[in-house]
T-cell receptor
Framework: DTGVSQNPRHKITKRGQNVTFRCDPI?????LYWYRQTLGQGPEFLTYFQNEAQLEKSRLLSDRFSAERPKGSFSTLEIQRTEQGDSAMYLC???????????FGPGTRLLVL | AQSVTQPDIHITVSEGASLELRCNYS??????LFWYVQSPGQGLQLLLKYFSGDTLVQGIKGFEAEFKRSQSSFNLRKPSVHWSDAAEYFCALYPDSNYQLIWGAGTKLIIKP
């Protein structure tokens, strides 16, 4: 068990470009979560998967954001037409069952210029 | 409404001194409560959790927390801090939904030599 991993760790992009992040959860965990965190704030929920099914998506999430978990293992988060306001740390977490501990990856820090 | 409040944005403590970080919650039933720690540029690491049972919970790195239903609090304590404890600390709870953690805004711990 190597924990939750995320790639890349850092991403710098120009406004208007598309970016994609990857999250590999702990292997036996079927629940996967994406959060966004800005400086001085707690994590903000983005979306949640149970196996390959995306069960919930935050109403704060614009249509430019999409997430997939095609085989119930790793997940990708894509941001289209990035804006400067998308600059943040994007965190992935996984858990074994509902209301059990969520284990976090190291995050992907995005900077949109 | 369900919420988590961490009243202190920053706390400065001398190395070797004791520490208490405050967390208050608003929730109708007994919540599942967590404390996470985040070092600069890193993901979130679980320190401890309370689900039920003994209200004094022991965690990693010498931390403990006490659940007090009458005060709606879950304060984090450590008898003697080390310089390596400098980080940001987040309190969180699971409300009725089974996936979306509700987070406090965090408390940044600064250690004076």
């Amino acid at each position: 068990d190597t924990g939750v991993s995320q790639n890349p760790r850092h991403k710098i992009t120009k406004r208007g470009q598309n970016v994609t992040f990857r999250c590999d959860p702990i292997s036996e965990h079927n629940r996967l979560y994406w959060y966004r965190q800005t400086l001085g704030q707690g994590p903000e929920f983005l979306t949640y998967f149970q196996n390959e099914a995306q069960l919930e998506k935050s109403r704060l999430l614009s249509d430019r954001f999409s997430a997939e978990r095609p085989k119930g293992s790793f997940s990708t988060l894509e941001i289209q037409r990035t804006e400067q306001g998308d600059s943040a740390m994007y965190l992935c977490a996984s858990s074994l069952r509902p209301q059990e501990t969520q284990y976090f990856g190291p995050g992907t820090r995005l900077l949109v210029l | 409404a369900q919420s988590v409040t961490q009243p202190d944005i920053h706390i400065t403590v001398s190395e070797g001194a004791s520490l208490e970080l405050r967390c208050n919650y608003s929730y109708g039933a007994t919540p599942y409560l967590f404390w996470y720690v985040q070092s600069p540029g890193q993901g979130l690491q679980l320190l401890l959790k309370y689900f039920s049972g003994d209200t004094l919970v022991q965690g990693i790195k010498g931390f403990e927390a006490e659940f007090k239903r009458s005060q709606s609090s879950f304060n984090l304590r450590k008898p003697s801090v080390h310089w390596s404890d400098a980080a940001e600390y987040f309190c969180a709870l699971y409300p009725d939904s089974n996936y979306q953690l509700i987070w406090g805004a965090g408390t940044k711990l600064i250690i004076k030599p």
